[in-house]
């Protein structure tokens, strides 16, 4: 909406606070006015402007103003001085003359809050409809709160409909003025109470539930203002209370039939945006008039889910209270277990598995990892969480990976090494395996002495061997490879010790070749060490494989090979060491690309010149054209 401003020194079209206007408005700090005119009228010599008035009947023509346009007759009317105005409308001066920037005498009488210069403007035929910039005397008279001005104008049929520029009428600019007497004043007189701006089609409800004003809301009510309109956004009043977080407007609104379960354009409802704000209050307002707590928005999110992330748990509580259900999904399956998990939110996670959540504790989400609470807990390092879910039976085991390897991904050994011991707990790990994990090799030693049955494979399907390399404990391995253990067993992932080594303990990778450990074996996704290797940037691993001659150009079951990889990642030095040991550039993953265009989406601009470059050493050697 529009803001007035007033009046010879606002430029055209420019918004501008009205206290700091009246301020700038005093004749003393006008400029450009001809000497012989400004006297007269800062001292009100009237005698002595008559006076020259006889002797220069031209003294009021159309070209008698200063710089801007500004006239005797505005500065007359903008200063209040009735006697002023008199005398020169009686010399015939021009009344509705506009200056540059748009103004005529009677919208600067009106801004200024003068009714007796008003008064006589009219009395002299002015204009009262004519339009400064779009706005009228009215609408600046209806902002700056002056009633006198706004009843005059009206009794003297000005009209309440013109719109501004912006689409805004007086009633408008009043509520943006925060001005409720004129807004009683415009309503007695029949204005339009759900006028509707151009700009972005809001209401005089909608501003006053903006602006935060109980008094102009409550007046508009009483008028029957339509409560559900929505603006260009979809949004309503009592949305736009609820974000401002005026619980007071918000009962307004409701005690006068606002309905609570109407969506914007993105899907939001009063209770979505008030939940994800924390505003408890006007949550339990809104649910006491029956708002609907499982509506989804456009993603698929409800009110509960809003109120997960930010950890609100007493709005999560109240939710679930009025029944909100905590297994539905937004568009990529993400509960609000998954999110609270996600948050470390520990207290929000025991309140919703005591409300059934537990019952879908294990239910994955639907993106490309799909991974339950549990995973989402361990990828963010939440310890707590991660003890809780498992307290109430979460699985460690998702599609195609366990929270302990998202948990192995981030780095996060603590919550690594608690779902060890719990699996150690509940699985009947035996003392090897344990051993091997802690990297006590003195017990190690002894256990393997004692006959300890080397290749036994836990729940997960890890060795004694897998588990000391998941965990790195590299002076552990050369002595179970010595005691024969089985080099390519796989887990139920279809993960070698090998490959658990190029992803995340590389100083394994040399004992494990050395012991004839097979390279291009590949888990249950396709992929190899080599592209474990490359995916995870480890230079050193994938030198060390290839120089073993690990096969540079297997795809895994999306298509992707190991050169692929080190464009996606940017990582020029891999991908040369790729180039250098033939991998093949053509190769197209699933979706049609090479390792070039899925550089070119990544933005990996280095990928493009190390592969020019790669280009001109071959040319050169080869003395191309």
């Known amino acids: 909406m529009s803001t007035v401003g007033c009046c010879k020194n606002q430029p055209s079209n420019s918004p501008s606070n009205m206290d700091t206007l009246k301020d700038q408005m005093s004749a003393n700090d006008r400029k450009g006015k001809a000497l012989n005119l400004t006297l007269p009228l800062a001292f009100n010599f009237t005698n002595i402007l008559s006076t020259l008035v006889a002797q220069n009947s031209t003294l009021f023509s159309s070209g008698n103003t200063d710089e801007i346009g500004w006239t005797i007759l505005m500065e007359a009317a903008e200063e209040g001085n009735n006697a002023k105005v008199l005398t020169l409308l009686e010399n015939n001066a021009n009344i509705d003359k506009l200056s ?87 309503l007695a007189n029949n204005a339009n109470v759900d006028v509707r701006s151009n700009f972005n089609k809001v209401t005089p409800l909608m501003s006053a539930a903006v602006m935060g004003s109980l008094d102009t809301v409550s007046i508009l009510l009483a008028h029957n203002a339509s409560v559900d309109i929505q603006d260009d956004v979809g949004k309503t009043a009592l949305l736009y209370s609820v974000l401002a977080d005026f619980g007071d407007i918000v009962s307004a609104l409701l005690a006068n039939n606002a309905s609570p379960d109407i969506q914007d354009n993105k899907g939001d409802t009063a209770l979505m945006r008030a939940a994800s704000e924390g505003h408890n209050d006007i949550v339990i307002e809104l649910l006491a008039h029956n708002a609907s707590v499982d509506i989804q928005d456009n993603v698929g999110k409800t009110a509960l889910i809003y109120s997960t992330v930010p950890g609100y748990s007493d709005i999560v509580s109240v939710l679930l209270a009025h029944n909100a259900s905590p297994e539905i999904g937004d568009n990529k399956g993400g509960t609000a277990l998954m999110q609270a998990a996600s948050e470390g939110h520990n207290d929000i996670v025991i309140e919703l598995l005591s409300h059934n959540a537990s019952k879908h504790i294990d239910t994955q989400d639907t993106g490309k990892r799909q991974w339950n609470a549990l995973s989402y807990a361990a990828h963010f390092g939440e310890l707590e969480v991660v003890k ?53 090799n003195k017990q190690v030693l002894k256990l393997l002495a004692e006959k300890a049955l080397v290749d036994v494979q836990d729940a997960e399907g890890s060795t004694a061997l897998i588990r000391a390399v998941k965990w790195c404990k590299v002076e552990v391995v050369p002595t179970l490879l010595a005691h024969k253990a089985a080099i390519d067993i796989q887990d139920k992932q279809g993960m070698t010790a090998l490959m658990y080594a190029a992803f995340a303990c590389v100083d394994a990778v040399t004992p494990l070749l050395e012991h004839e450990a097979s390279l291009d074996i590949q888990d249950n996704k396709g992929i190899t060490a080599l592209i474990y290797a490359a995916s995870q940037n480890h230079y050193d691993a994938a030198s060390t494989l290839l120089a073993s001659k690990a096969n540079v150009d297997i ?71």
């Open 388 to 440: 809780t879910l498992l307290k109430h039976g979460a699985n460690q085991q998702n599609k195609g990976t366990t929270a302990f390897h998202v948990a192995q991904q981030k780095g996060h050994r603590e919550v690594m090494s608690y779902l060890e011991n719990y699996r150690f707990n509940i699985e009947g790990t035996t003392a090897l395996m344990k051993a091997a994990t802690r990297g006590n």
């Open 555 to 625: 795809q895994e079951i999306g298509g992707y090979t190991a050169l692929m990889y080190a464009a996606i990642n940017g990582n020029e030095e891999i991908f040369t060491l790729l180039l250098d040991n033939k991998a093949t550039v053509d190769t197209q993953n699933n979706d049609g690309e090479t390792a070039l265009i899925i550089a070119e989406k990544k933005g990996k601009e280095n990928i493009s010149i190390a592969y020019q470059e790669k280009l001109a050493g071959i040319c050169n050697n080869l003395r191309c054209n």
């Open 100 to 186: 540059e920037n748009g103004f005529s005498a009677l919208i600067a009488a009106a801004f200024a809050g003068h009714n007796d210069v008003v008064s006589t403007l009219i009395a002299y035929n002015a204009t009262v409809d004519l339009q400064s910039n779009g706005i009228t005397a009215l609408m600046y008279a209806a902002q700056a709160g002056h009633n006198a001005v706004v009843s005059t104008l009206i009794a003297n049929n000005a009209s309440m409909d013109i719109q501004d520029n912006d689409g805004s009428n007086a009633l408008l600019h009043a509520v943006f003025g925060n001005q409720t007497d004129v807004v009683k004043i415009l």
